[in-house]
């Protein structure tokens, strides 16, 4: 009996074989049928596309230059696909689509992550670059369909290989950003996602009737909150490559609770503040993500605070310079 996958072959073999109206006709015919045959022939279709035999077997070669001389049947595949050598074709994209299918369906997710402080890059397999910040956990899974990142936690930036017929997508819980090729950032924080574009197009969509979908465009990002409608998109304060992707923390006109929730990413050695009027205290600046030391000189020098670490060591206080330290 003939398989639905061994039919969308021969399907394949007659269209690129003998591409005539009459076969394209019955092709579309035979794919109207049920959903099931037209996933199959595109099944068929990509695994035959990244299989390499066509360019490489003389006896496809020969094989469509015996199907060029061969009249198709008005609603049959040509009758080529029955011949010895269109059999061992469809036998051959039937294996290739199998064994595509059978590793993309049962191979797991590949993992990876960072410890705190350390920045990886990371080269897919399409030669898509993945760049994992701090303390962040991806699972990658590439398919026939598409390219999947899951971010579990932390912050990752993608430089995009193009392909259109591979959308790049990057998911965290129910929140899904979709690009071709481009650049771009997601940021799994606290309470929010953010989504940032540094190159090309990406769509965010979510999997929640209160959202809706959002194009973000270079040089914008979107902070999404879940199960929440998205705000519209805002313009970053710098369309630049990310500064952590070259070690560095930039802070422009931030508070000091936000610097210090940045910098607590990058250490085992947590800050915090101490004197709540502090945390509204703005500032900028640029610093290595291990300058820590250098951090806090910068905010006594400009607040006036006191520095304390604590004993024993693992924790650094920022308190005001009245405070008494006993």
């Known amino acids: 009996m003939v398989t639905r996958l061994e039919k969308a072959a021969e399907w394949l073999l007659a269209l690129q074989n003998a591409p005539s109206g009459q076969t394209r006709k019955a092709l579309e015919a035979w794919l109207a049928e049920t959903p099931a045959n037209r ?8 695994a035959w596309q990244q299989s390499g035999y066509a360019a490489a077997s003389p006896t496809i070669a020969a094989a469509r230059a015996d ?3 061969a009249k198709p049947r008005p609603v049959q595949p040509p009758r080529l696909v029955r011949r010895v050598a269109g059999m061992a074709l469809a036998a051959m994209v039937v294996l290739a689509a199998g064994i595509l299918l059978y590793d993309a369906r049962l191979r797991p997710p590949a993992i990876y992550e960072t410890a705190v402080g350390e920045i990886r890059e990371i080269r897919l397999a399409d030669a898509s670059g993945l760049y994992l ?4 956990r991806v699972r990658v899974d590439y398919s026939l369909w598409d ?3 899951q971010l579990d936690r932390g912050q990752v930036f993608v430089d995009v290989a193009h392909n259109p017929d591979k959308p790049f997508i990057v998911t ?7 690009a071709l090729g481009t650049a771009f950032e997601v940021h799994k924080k606290n309470r929010t996602v953010r ?4 190159e090309g197009l990406v769509e965010v969509a979510q999997e929640s009737a209160a959202f ?3 194009n973000v465009t270079p040089g914008e990002f979107v902070d999404i909150v879940p199960r929440a409608a998205t705000p519209a998109p ?4 710098s369309a630049t490559t990310p500064a952590w992707l070259e070690g560095r923390i930039e802070f422009d006109d931030e508070t000091l609770e936000d610097a210090v929730s940045e910098f607590n990413r990058y250490s085992e050695t947590k800050i915090k503040i101490a004197d709540p009027a502090l945390r509204s205290f703005r500032l900028s600046g640029a610093f290595d993500v291990t300058e820590q030391a250098a951090f806090l000189t910068a905010v006594h020098t400009l607040t006036g605070a006191r520095i304390r670490e604590s004993s024993p060591p693992g924790l650094i206080w920022i308190e005001d310079a009245a405070t008494d330290p006993h």
């Open 195 to 198: 989504v940032a574009v540094h």
């Open 133 to 136: 910040n701090t303390g962040t």
């Open 212 to 214: 809706a979908s959002a």
């Open 39 to 46: 996933r199959a022939f595109e099944e068929v279709q990509s």
């Open 172 to 178: 965290v819980n129910d929140i899904h950003a979709k």
């Open 67 to 69: 199907a060029r001389r």
């Open 147 to 149: 390219r999947r990142v």
């Open 234 to 237: 805002r313009p970053l304060k």
